[in-house]
């Protein structure tokens, strides 16, 4: 009788291609892609007993090239990668490693979300200076969709920005993130970007969240989850690496970069 394993496997894929992550009846979603290989090639015997735990459920319309599931299964490392890249799936799974039994992919360490804005006039050095004030613990209410029992709190390690092409290209590093945050963060700075409005607003609306401010929303499409920190090595394979940089390749390709 084969082994029980905990496997953590790192996954891409163009968000734009979906309907959205978490799975829905009779609807392409990226969830639902992944069950439906990992249950047709018998990798696990049902979803509650692998145990199945995503990294980062991705916005509709949003890509990653560095998300990360964990499954318990009694199928080789090898057998898995195989499975994946049999199947000629729009998920590319690349990566993969045995973990503890314990191991959750929620808890990661950091998580790299990158935006491309595009650059239609913006001043871009007011947009670098008012990043700046994201950076450290704040309350998003303002900046974010907000659930009633989530804690509105987060730390962003750090915010970096650059220009590329006709693009301004913000990094956002932190351990965990609200839903919409980091559009919304986006679309603030946008609007600093277009004089719009100014740094102050922005101050006020952190320091303030009770005052209920929205400064819209920015598109999903130019949204990437890069990569999850954990303290664990993933083994890469070769052929599906590639298909990776296929898949960035189109996808940079498609934005004119």
């Not at 991705?58 to 499975?83: L, M, P, R």
Request: charged content about 30%; hydrophobic content about 40%.
């Amino acid at each position: 009788m084969s082994i029980l394993m905990r496997i953590a496997l790192k996954i891409a894929y163009d968000g734009r291609k979906f309907i959205g992550f978490a799975r829905q009846p009779r609807l392409k979603t990226v969830e639902g892609e992944i069950l439906k290989i990992l249950t047709k090639n018998n990798l696990i015997k049902n979803i509650k007993e692998s145990y199945f735990r995503v990294a980062s459920r991705t916005d509709k319309g949003v890509s990653a090239f560095g998300n990360v599931i964990a499954i318990n299964s009694n199928k080789s490392k090898n057998e898995i990668i195989k499975s994946f890249s049999d199947n000629n799936s729009e998920i590319i799974i690349y990566g993969i490693s045995e973990v503890n039994e314990d191991f959750n992919p929620r808890h990661a360490k950091q998580r790299h979300y990158r935006y491309y804005l595009k650059n239609n006039n913006l001043d871009v050095e007011k947009i670098i200076q008012s990043s700046k004030v994201f950076i450290g613990d704040h309350n998003f209410s303002n900046f974010a969709r907000v659930e009633s029992f989530r804690n509105p709190i987060r730390i962003i390690d750090d915010i970096k920005v650059k220009e590329e092409k006709s693009f301004i290209i913000l990094d956002f590093f932190a351990q965990s993130y609200l839903w919409h945050q980091i559009r919304k963060i986006i679309s603030s700075l946008e609007k600093v970007g277009i004089c719009k409005i100014e740094l102050n607003q922005i101050v006020d609306a952190l320091d303030n969240p009770e005052k209920n401010v929205d400064f819209g929303l920015a598109p999903p499409e130019y949204l990437i989850l890069k990569d999850i920190i954990f303290n664990i090595d993933f083994e890469y394979d070769i052929k599906l690496f590639k298909e990776l940089c296929l898949l960035k390749k189109d996808f940079y390709s498609s934005m004119k970069l």
